[in-house]
């Protein structure tokens, strides 16, 4: 009897065990369903959002500072869009709808604007971002003659419970009983130095940055710096609090470019500004992370605390607001890239400077070899290690020595596709002998006899960030690759209207 007891009592508690065991795993499975629903149903409204601000001449935002007569044009105030942006209110108050203004963006075929609003999501539990403006068809054109139309384009934005954003947050009851509509329709989008205020409890978890000559539209921490929410997020929160967030970046420039993206309906290839045509499965990823990515490449209007940047020649310090500089682009290009890429991709980060220095690095996760992208913390890993690379001050980055990474690429079997970034000549030959012309042909071809023994070669697509480099472009022509030349013309077009 005691014997069938305890056998009874076993079986009671290994029931038990199962059960929670597959509760927890069915919570984590569901929680990875909805990790994959929130990037799934921002990726089409974010290239929607991306291509219209590349094909513009200029953003269109409300400024506490009277911007200077040549650009008081790019002022969402300005007399000539009252009356869109009242068709906008109109057509959000027919379907009971909130619309608060957050950005706009000029089109030179366009008489009138397209506007980006604040509005509150499909659940009803957080925010979401709502395109108005002319009618955009399948093959990119516009259509003015229609009238103007209003949809969802970026849906479940967070609503900040507090500094942590977790389900323990307590809230004041005065801020609970607020509906979200009236929240949305109260919250401040007047950029001050280049930016919009803070966020608080209750209001949307996105903060938005601009140049000073109103051409970037970049997503930025909503919070304070010291606090632990660090990106503008997405948010699903069920009726018993659990919670799933997504970081959400993004950040786009005016360039006027009159070209809509290349179609996706394969939803393989991906198109970005530094890293175009990705369809590969096995990629690796070899970015410059040397000082002189510290470099900035579009000033704010205003001034902060200190930071180290790289002029050329050498570090300098400098209190004027820095829109953005060649890391921060690369970081938002990457991420944005990674973000999207599908589930079944295998990939490999690597950043290089000088041996022993800050950037010289390999994501840990793939130091073996490519990994899949949609493994379980494997995407929030390949992000968290991208974010490291601006950390400590630029002078620590260190140098320009790709070499280990190129010759790491070329060993490893399994990787077709190798994108390879850099803002400068390397400070030495593969060798360590002094960099010199000859090494512009002698280099390219060292890689391209090694990619000849390969059973499958290794395509090399180059990036040259603000230079013209002959020897990246022959290594990408011995290669089969592609080589892409990015400046300041490339990054942004500068006429104006």
């Not at 506007?115 to 002319?134: D, E, K, M, T, W």
Request: aromatic residues 10%; proline residues 4%.
């Amino acid at each position: 009897m005691p014997e069938m007891l305890i056998a009874a009592s076993a079986g009671v508690v290994l029931f038990g065990a199962s059960t929670l065991a597959l509760r927890s795993t069915g919570s984590l499975i569901n929680k990875m369903d909805k990790k994959t629903t929130l990037q799934q149903n921002t990726t089409s409204g974010k290239r929607l959002m991306r291509s219209e601000i590349e094909r513009s001449l200029h953003v269109l935002v409300k400024s506490d500072q009277t911007p200077p007569e040549k650009l008081a044009y790019t002022n969402l105030d300005h007399k000539d869009y009252q009356d869109s942006l009242d068709q906008c209110q109109v057509l959000a108050q027919q379907s009971a709808q909130v619309f608060k203004p957050v950005f706009g963006v000029k089109m030179a075929e366009l008489n009138n604007p397209v506007y980006y609003g604040l509005s509150v999501s499909s659940s009803g539990r957080g925010y979401a971002l709502h395109r108005c403006g002319a009618v955009m068809h399948l093959d990119g054109k516009y259509n003015e003659t229609e009238q103007q139309s209003i949809a969802t384009v970026i849906d479940d934005i967070g609503s900040i419970r507090c500094s942590s954003d977790k389900p323990e947050c307590s809230i004041e009851s005065t801020l609970l009983q607020k509906p979200l509509e009236e929240v949305a329709a109260g919250v401040d989008f007047v950029f001050t130095d280049d930016k919009t205020p803070e966020r608080s409890a209750r209001e949307p978890a996105i903060r938005l940055m601009t140049d000073e000559n109103r051409k970037l539209i970049r997503f930025i921490d909503p919070t304070a710096a010291d606090d632990a929410i660090q990106t503008s997020f997405l948010k699903l929160e069920t009726v018993n609090k659990e919670i799933t967030t997504q970081p959400f970046y993004f950040i786009a420039y005016a360039r006027a470019d009159k070209r809509i993206e290349g179609g996706q309906e394969d939803g393989e290839i991906l198109n970005g500004l530094f890293f175009r045509n990705v369809s590969s499965k096995r990629i690796r990823f070899l970015v410059d992370g040397s000082g002189s990515m510290s470099a900035c490449i579009l000033w704010g209007s205003g001034y902060g605390k200190r930071r180290i940047y790289w002029n050329g020649r050498y570090y300098f310090w400098s209190r004027r607001s820095c829109a953005l500089t060649r890391m921060e682009s690369l970081q938002h290009e990457l991420i944005s890239l990674l973000t999207d890429l599908p589930d079944d991709t295998q990939i490999s980060i690597r950043s290089f400077s000088s041996p022993g220095y800050k950037n010289h690095k390999i994501w840990d996760v793939s130091s073996k070899g490519l990994i899949q992208v949609g493994g379980p913390g494997v995407r929030d890993s390949a992000i968290a290690f991208i974010n490291t690379l601006d950390d400590d001050y630029a002078y620590r980055w260190g140098g320009t020595a790709p070499w280990e990474g190129l010759d790491e690429a070329f060993a490893d079997a399994e990787t077709d596709t190798l994108y390879f970034l850099s803002d400068g000549e390397p400070n030495y030959d593969r060798n360590r002998g002094r960099w010199t012309v000859e090494d512009h042909e002698s280099q390219p071809a060292y890689y391209a006899q090694l990619n000849s023994r390969r059973e499958i070669n290794l395509k090399v697509n180059t990036i040259a960030l603000g230079l013209q480099s002959t020897w990246m472009q022959a290594l990408s022509g011995r290669t089969t690759g592609d080589y892409l030349q990015i400046d300041k013309k490339y990054i942004m077009t500068a006429s104006n209207p």
